[in-house]
């Protein structure tokens, strides 16, 4: 009989053996050790090849992505193949692994877990250096929220929305009228960091932030204007981020719209124009004589987020419920 046939089971065999005879002769043995306490090993120095930096950031009030009861974890112990293992977390937040038995991984990042797992090894002397390796599978305790001006809003799994466009990428994307983002932060719904979306390719690479767990993303509706009846493109132009503001010199006027809008048509009746406003009040309907603004012979009035610019034709003048009706097909644009 060839023993080369046998001799990896025969040492797995021997491994074990050994490692049953010191949980034997050990008083420390695992059987007799509680689960270990994340918060005394804090400080505990992972034994792991030089050049493996984590990609977390080292911001300091960057929050981990921790390990939660329900989570799903591959184990590796390199080089000691049997004593790696797929385990899941318990609801004491306690993983069960061999030789070491119950340890508590519940509230520790892939690398804290890490650096608990090692030092049970090195005290149980079961492994003298170990490198272990502690990968996330699934991650099911904590979810990222996405709400607002979103196709599909939800809460969606931490793990794989790790950055603000992966978010909406799982929420299915944005709305035509999407406008601001704030973030809030578990336990700081007061301090939420707002994010302003742009088409500059470097403004959105920076708009680009991480998302951690537990994290509220609430996209707003951005203020818009619409133009509608006798104009070459009629429809709802988003604002913005400073077109609405008192102070900016691009605030929004009348003849920007109408620019935008790529002119009247031919046959505008151009003095019989109004402006629909939203008040406290109720609407408001304000003539303007367009024909003596487009020639610089009367002021160009400011918009509001959400008024309404119509322009009717020669021959018509829409009351405002056809106006209103018009709204619900006004294709919208950004610019």
Do not use: C
């Not at 119950?102 to 877990?113: C, N, Q, R, Y």
């Not at 490198?131 to 196709?151: A, D």
């Not at 978010?167 to 709305?175: E, I």
């Amino acid at each position: 009989m060839d023993s080369g046939k046998h001799s990896l089971p025969t040492s797995r065999f021997l491994l074990l053996h050994a490692a049953v005879l010191v949980l034997a002769l050990e008083p420390s043995g695992w059987a007799q050790r509680p689960a270990v306490n994340a918060a005394d090993d804090r400080g505990t120095v992972s034994a792991r090849p030089e050049g493996q930096l984590s990609a977390r950031p080292t911001n300091g009030q960057a929050r981990k992505l921790s390990i939660g009861p329900g989570d799903e974890l591959d184990v590796t112990v390199y080089g000691v193949p049997e004593l790696s293992q797929h385990v899941r977390v318990d609801t004491s937040g306690d993983v069960h692994l061999l030789l070491t038995g119950p340890t508590h991984v519940g509230g520790l990042s892939s690398e804290e877990a890490q650096a608990v797992i090692e030092k049970q090894l090195v005290e149980g002397r079961f492994v003298k250096k170990p490198q272990v390796s502690v990968f996330l599978k699934e991650f099911t305790n904590q979810s990222v929220s996405v709400v607002g001006e979103v196709n599909k809003p939800g809460s969606y799994p931490a793990l794989t929305t790790r950055r603000l466009y992966d978010a909406f990428q799982q929420a299915g994307g944005l709305t035509p009228t999407a406008g601001k983002v704030s973030i809030a932060h578990p336990g700081q719904l007061q301090n939420a960091t707002v994010i302003t979306l742009s088409n500059d390719p470097t403004k959105s690479a920076q708009a680009n932030v991480e998302i951690m767990p537990g994290d509220a993303i609430t996209v707003s509706k951005a203020p818009i204007v619409y133009v509608i009846g006798e104009v070459n493109k009629p429809g709802g132009y988003v604002l913005d981020d400073d077109s609405n503001s008192e102070t900016s010199s691009q605030r929004l006027t009348v003849m920007r719209v109408i620019a935008l809008a790529s002119g009247p048509g031919h046959g505008a009746a151009l003095n019989k124009s109004r402006i629909i406003r939203r008040t406290t009040n109720g609407l408001q309907e304000i003539p303007i004589r367009l024909k003596q603004i487009m020639v610089g012979k009367a002021p160009d009035p400011p918009l509001q987020a959400e008024d309404i610019l119509y322009i009717p034709g020669g021959r018509s003048n829409a009351p405002l419920n056809t106006v209103f009706n018009i709204l619900t097909s006004a294709a919208i644009y950004r610019f």
